[in-house]
């Protein structure tokens, strides 16, 4: 009878401990108390409370029924009057070059560094040249000047970087991606010489009267050769910067990035996604120069360690800024050196060629990125993009068109018809507003990145940092949508203003959905992940010019805080 009783008064101590344990392991937490804005519909959506349990939202709704379906010992999260959205999900970025922004040479000009003219950015770059940074790559880099900006309205030469330094070699990346400018050690480590040729879509620019390089790459003559100044040369350098780069997205909001052309002979995101190394979500689209990397387990709608390869980019022109991107008429204002009927030049000029690679991906099944700025780009696409559509079908292929900063109007309804994305880009608004005024005129000027016009039509649209061209700063991409304010103060294109409603749809709900990630993000909605992020104050509550000093506070990601401010 006394053993009995002492079995029965174990047991009912161990049931008590199981129950305590129970509410003590409690994962629920309820977010109360803020401006909790899910996105969900045409209109804002505002909740008192969302519940988050083991990386999913499990309700979002009145705070009385949030405090029964968290059940007893949940966690309570005060937002304190902060809003809580989804996490960001940039339309367009370069994210495995993060970390070359992060930790290169801060050669941005205003307001994001202070690269503004040519002394300026040498003092910059001779300030980094220390023997800790010179050991990352080998190289002297940084990336992100302006022609555009810089006083002195020109490209920096081998002349001038031969002022940093002739004995480490130097290369600088433009703020648009597209171009390079070297010093002399840099040109001769890369065979650069006077009896170089051209290659196929790119420009190696030469000294006045003269054949010899005069460090300025442009496209095609650039873009292969950023690996070997921006690669790290260990692997704790590499641990550096993957780390950089990671915590500068996640410091602006992200919870799902893409790398939009991935380049090489090594995936070198899909060796860290090995390690477990990524806290947010990565998607690549393989450059189509590298079909190699398609062939990969990473290949998938479907994430693998935080990571995989979403498709195909290609890139079939160049910058406008740089003038490098494709038109049907000539600039106003020639880069120097050409004429007066220059108008860009295409990246790859043969229609057969840009076929053969629409073919594989439309065959493979492949969702296609296809970069196209001038007008003459976009014909092009559409010319060759269109057959395939008709043979293969062309039913939620999704296929996106990037930047598109010179579309037409006819172009705006081809897109339509063959049911692409169209990512725009009116970051460029005020980066480069009053610049494209001055290369191809006022009127047209002021369509550059025409989003209203786009979503007017039907369109499905996302918009974009495309960084590191400009800093992963999507509150200022929101800013620049919603404003339309060029540097000088001048509004370029009033009537392509988004509301801040629909700017914020660009970069969750919408670009979820141009990612095929619709069903588990871009909205705050039961049994989707809890990929959020919490702002110090409501881009649909303040002054549509404060938007830009909006700051993060908090990112989450499947529930668990991956950055706070």
Not at 140 to 149: A, E, N, Q, Y
Not at 170 to 184: D, E, K, R
Not at 340 to 363: H, L, Q, R, W
Request: with cysteine.
């Amino acid at each position: 009878m006394i053993l009995r009783k002492l079995l029965v008064a174990i047991l009912a101590i161990t049931l008590l401990y199981a129950c305590n344990t129970t509410e003590k392991t409690n994962t629920a937490t309820v977010y109360f108390n803020g401006d909790i804005l899910t996105m969900v519909g045409d209109s804002p959506n505002y909740v008192e409370a969302l519940v988050e349990q083991d990386g999913k939202i499990i309700y979002t709704g009145p705070n009385t029924d949030a405090m029964k379906v968290a059940g007893k010992g949940h966690q309570m999260i005060d937002l304190k009057g902060k809003t809580l959205l989804p996490g960001f999900i940039d339309g367009h970025a370069h994210f495995g070059s993060f970390s070359s922004q992060a930790i290169g040479a801060q050669i941005l000009p205003s307001p994001d560094a202070t690269a503004d003219d040519i002394p300026k950015l040498i003092e910059i770059l001779k300030e980094w040249n220390t023997p800790e940074n010179r050991a990352l790559t080998g190289w002297i880099f940084g990336m992100g000047f302006d022609d555009s900006v810089l006083k002195e309205k020109r490209f920096p030469t081998k002349e001038d970087l031969d002022k940093v330094s002739t004995e480490t070699p130097i290369m600088i990346i433009h703020i648009s991606g597209h171009f390079a400018s070297l010093n002399s050690k840099g040109l001769e480590l890369l065979e650069i010489t006077a009896d170089s040729k051209n290659p196929e879509g790119g420009i190696i620019r030469r000294m006045p009267n003269s054949s010899e390089p005069n460090g300025v790459l442009e496209e095609l003559a650039a873009i292969p050769f950023f690996a070997r100044a921006l690669t790290p040369v260990s692997e704790e350098a590499q641990m550096e910067f993957m780390k950089a780069g990671q915590e500068m997205a996640l410091s602006y909001g992200y919870t799902t990035a893409q790398d939009g052309r991935l380049m090489g002979d090594v995936d070198l995101l899909a060796k860290f996604a090995e390690l477990d190394f990524w806290k947010l979500d990565v998607v690549s689209y393989v450059d189509y120069l590298f079909p190699k990397l398609l062939e990969s387990k990473w290949l998938s709608k479907s994430y693998n360690k935080h990571y995989r390869i979403g498709g195909l980019k290609i890139t079939l022109d160049g910058s406008p800024q740089g003038r490098t991107a494709w038109r049907t008429i000539p600039y106003l204002l020639p880069p120097d050196g050409a004429d007066k009927n220059y108008s860009g030049y295409p990246a790859i000029p043969n229609d057969d060629d840009v076929t053969a690679i629409y073919e594989k991906a439309f065959a493979q099944n492949y969702q296609i990125l296809t970069h196209a700025n001038g007008d003459a780009a976009m014909d092009q696409m559409i010319r060759t993009m269109k057959p395939l559509a008709e043979r293969y079908g062309n039913d939620d292929r999704r296929n996106v068109l990037i930047h598109g900063q010179y579309i037409r109007d006819d172009q705006l309804d081809a897109f339509k018809e063959l049911n692409v994305i169209t990512s725009l880009f009116p970051l460029h608004t005020f980066y480069w507003g009053d610049w494209h005024k001055e290369i191809i005129g006022d009127s047209l000027g002021n369509r550059i990145s025409p989003v209203k016009t786009a979503l007017n039509k039907g369109l499905k649209i996302t918009i974009h940092t495309d960084a590191p061209v400009a800093l992963p700063n999507l509150m200022r991409v929101i800013w620049t949508a919603v404003n339309r304010t060029s540097r000088s103060g001048a509004i370029i294109g009033a009537n392509e203003r988004l509301t801040p409603y629909e700017a914020l749809k660009a970069i969750t709900d919408w670009s979820a959905y141009q990612h095929f990630e619709e069903n588990e993000k871009g909205t705050l909605e039961n049994g989707k992940l809890a990929d959020m992020v919490i702002l110090d104050k409501n881009p649909l509550k303040v002054a549509p010019d404060s938007i830009k000093d909006i700051q993060v506070v908090e990112t989450i990601k499947e529930g668990e805080t991956v950055f706070e401010k």
